[in-house]
């Protein structure tokens, strides 16, 4: 017989919904608002299987479309279906509750069933970003012992290192047949099989991402069942009080960021309302991006500031070329700034809220129509306690410039840097956890972002170590060499800009540069390469070796702005 077995523990009945308290101010909503984790909480259970459990398996959960123009609507009765086959497939290949499945995915459909299947057995699904290149794969791989890889069949290095790699017992390949090896095919694996669920506690580990630092390789941010639970109030309010009637969803973000799965698939599932899932493997298109809302009557995205910006420039006004049926836009990831959601509230004739969190503790502060501040963050989610503190940890008064911070416990927050308890204990002080940004909190409580407090480089709303790009630019075979840092852009907000040195008798040519930019992009991640590359014969340094990225800042600065922090 098909299907899961369910513990009692998991309740048929929404855990978090904002919609219950009446509230006609931030303040009253932010008093009455109260939590309600409970103890035993499956994130596979609530955006897969709740839907057939209150008779709503025939409502759309996804509907698809790539850049070829291939096209499907999956229901939920279909997603559990699949889902509960992928469970028992992975089970007999050994996973067990703990354990790290891989899932290196463009947009679609088996995202939701992979990440669904993991979640059910107690197992921890590790997303990867599919801009994310080999080199960086193979990191996370490595680093998190996955025992599965889930990958698009497109992906041949890919599946290539999954395959050398000893801790690893299935691949599961999409889109193409099996070549051997560890090799199964996903869509043979996922049409038919049953299995026992795990029962997890709220507090249990269940997703895993990888984020840069300013320091050392990229850093596994784990995070428990509950903390879809605590994106929901956030996700409600920039939503505009989602979900309505006849809501559509969709974000232009990739489905392996926390920015996408967070901020709009896995909240949106959680009520029981759709998805778009567009899969793109070129470059953002401000065309196809309003083309895909128009068509499937999108009522609510989430729109990087990146994106915005291109369509501004493509098209100033949208309505006129498109019938775009928007009644929300939420935008974050970097700073959008005034003028932008100005404009974005104008010409979709929508409410625009931007947002604010990181990976390891998303989704804190949030605009509304009904307090909205446009330039700011917004301020402190219903449930959230987000505060501007000092080095210490100690709360600053207002309009005072400090760290912006998230006391703790929080239902969001992750459980800590994955096997790196030294990371996870330098980002928390007095029972505050850092986010790592500059920012003030104003007399009305609004948050206001002042820049970056170490080297992390924010590119369309993607968190870049500089030390990583640097390693792979060091790679290539002409390079001494080599120092990066963000530089502001009038479409994309911020770009990598590389200073490289070259080594003894190599001569820099803008040929030379492209290949660099080429070789970033295929080994590390298609935002990360950097935009600019400039040769240069020495890069600043102190007496005991370290690089100053500072000195760098300071010198574009000279020439015109550089992104703050």
Known sequence: MNGIKYPKAYSDRLEIDIRNFSFNSYEDIYRKFIWNIPKYFNIGYAITDRAIALGRGENVAIYYED?????????????????????????????????????????????????????????????????????????????????????????????????????????????????????????????????????????????????????????????????????????????????????????????????????????????????????????????????????????????????????????????????????????????????????????????????????????????????????????PAPGHIVEVVDDKGNPLPPNAEGWIAVKLPDPVAFLGYFKNPEATAAKIKNGWFLIGDMGLKDAEGYLWFKGRGDDVIKVSGYRIGPEEIEEVITKHPAVLEAAVIGKPDPVRGTIVKAFVVLKPGIEPSDILAREIQEFVKTRLAAYAYPREVEFVDQLPRTETGKLKRYELRRRELERGNVQSG
Request: proline content about 5%.
């Open 67 to 379: 850049d070829e123009g291939r096209r499907e609507v999956v229901r939920f009765s279909e997603l559990k279906t699949r889902s509960d086959a992928f469970a028992r497939s992975l089970l007999d290949n050994g996973v067990r509750k703990g354990d790290v499945v891989g899932v290196y995915l463009y947009p679609g459909p088996e995202v939701v069933i992979a990440l669904s299947a993991i979640y059910k057995i107690g197992a921890i699904a590790l997303s990867i970003s599919p801009l994310i290149g080999t080199e960086g794969v193979e990191y996370r791989l490595k680093h998190s012992e996955a025992k599965a890889f889930v990958t698009d069949g497109t992906k041949k290095e890919a599946i290539s290192i999954a395959n050398r790699l000893n801790t690893i017992r299935a691949i599961y390949v999409v889109g193409s047949e099996p070549s051997g090896g560890k090799e199964l095919s996903f869509e043979d694996q996922t049409k038919a099989g049953s299995a026992e669920i795990a029962e997890t506690e709220s507090d249990e580990p269940a997703q895993l991402f990888y984020t840069s630092g300013s320091t050392g390789p990229p850093k596994g941010v784990l995070h428990a069942h509950r903390f879809l639970l605590g994106h929901i109030p956030t996700y409600q309010l920039y939503f505009e009080m989602a979900p309505r009637d006849g809501d559509v969803y969709w974000t232009n973000a990739d489905w392996g960021w926390i920015g996408a799965l967070g901020d709009v698939v896995l909240p949106s599932l959680y009520f029981g309302m759709p998805v778009v899932a567009y899969r793109r493997t070129s470059g953002f298109s401000a065309r196809r991006a309003l083309e895909v809302m128009s068509q499937y009557g999108v009522t609510a995205a989430f729109i990087t500031p990146t994106a915005l910006r291109i369509i501004r420039r493509e098209y100033p006004e949208p309505l006129k070329d498109f019938d775009i049926k928007l009644r929300a836009l939420s935008t974050a990831g970097e700073s959008p700034g005034r003028e932008l959601v100005l404009w974005a509230s104008e010409a979709f004739k929508a409410s625009v809220n931007e947002f604010y969190g990181c990976t390891e503790t998303n989704l804190v502060v949030t605009n509304n129509s009904i307090w909205a501040k446009p330039g700011s963050l917004g301020k």
